[in-house]
């Protein structure tokens, strides 16, 4: 079993940047994929991002490509969620999640066996 612990997230102006982070305990492997999620009020927790185990594939949702950046750090075990040119809609509670059996699964929740304790990201006009 994984333990996976977030930390940032916070308030932040629109246009500003945070980083969210993501340790792993217990059963881990520099071979699994991991990835990143959110949950707007009202809203369905959504795929952001993803990072195969070597870090040499990602994978983002539309509407965070090119202003969002995951990468991992295989040595310290933590991935992480650089989050540029935020906008008012991306806020939401975040998660990230692992590990993933199989990266063409990536983009579905269900295939992740844990998730992160949730944090919030706010972003103001």
């Known amino acids: 079993q994984v333990q996976l612990v977030q930390s940032g997230g916070g308030l932040q102006q629109a246009g500003g940047s945070l980083r969210l982070s993501c340790a792993a305990s217990g059963r881990t492997s520099s071979s699994i994929s991991m990835g990143w999620f959110r949950q707007a009020p009202g809203k369905e927790r959504e795929f952001v991002a993803a990072i195969s185990g070597s870090g040499a594939s990602t994978d983002y949702a539309d509407s965070v490509k090119d202003r969002f950046a995951i990468s991992r750090d295989n040595a310290n075990n933590s991935v992480y969620l650089q989050m540029n040119s935020l906008k008012p809609e991306d806020t939401a509670v975040y998660y990230c999640?692992?590990?993933?059996?199989?990266?063409?699964?990536?983009?579905?929740?269900?295939?992740?066996?844990?998730w992160g304790q949730g944090t919030q990201v706010t972003v103001s006009p």
């Open positions: 999640a692992g590990p993933l059996s199989a990266w063409t699964l990536r983009r579905i929740r269900s295939w992740y066996a844990s």
